[in-house]
């Protein structure tokens, strides 16, 4: 696995517009960072960070737990991402997502976690989530004529 490349997070537009940022990996984990910036707020009169954008940190944070489990990398894709949103974010304050990857099969990974500000026992929102692994290797073959796997 690229881990700098990982790290730097600038290869997906949308990650690098948000300012995402990783704060800590480990084997199957991934803790992000999303700082607070008016740009993301949906609502002005609150101040609040736009769930959208928080659906992207988590959404980020799984799929980079994914690929800390994974010996080189290579395309992935969301399959699956469940939000539950337990309150909102405070304004002002950065959000993080820790996200672990728990289960791993030769084609799909299942991961779960939780955005926060202080603690991920204390969630703005929950997630589990499902990824196809080499995404990229499926879109070959259909692209070429193949069956679609």
Do not use: W
């Not at 990650?15 to 480990?26: C, D, N, P, Q, S």
């Not at 740009?39 to 609040?48: A, M, N, W, Y």
């Not at 080189?72 to 969301?78: F, K, L, V």
């Amino acid at each position: 696995m690229d881990i700098e490349k990982l790290q730097r997070m600038d290869f997906v537009p949308h990650t690098k517009a948000l300012g995402v940022r990783i704060v800590e990996m480990g084997e199957g984990v991934a803790v992000l960072c999303l700082p607070y910036s008016d740009h993301l707020v949906g609502d002005p009169d609150t101040g609040i960070i736009h769930g959208g954008a928080i659906t992207a940190l988590l959404d980020n944070a799984s799929g980079t737990a994914v690929h800390t489990t994974m010996k080189t990398m290579t395309s992935i894709a969301t399959l699956d991402l469940r939000i539950d949103y337990m309150r909102p974010a405070t304004p002002q304050r950065p959000v993080f997502a820790r996200a672990e990857c728990f289960r791993k099969t030769s084609n799909i990974a299942f991961v779960r976690g939780s955005a926060y500000h202080d603690s991920p026992d204390d969630p703005i929102a929950t997630t589990i989530a499902t990824f196809v692994l080499s995404s990229n290797q499926s879109r070959k073959v259909f692209a070429a004529g193949g069956e679609d796997r």
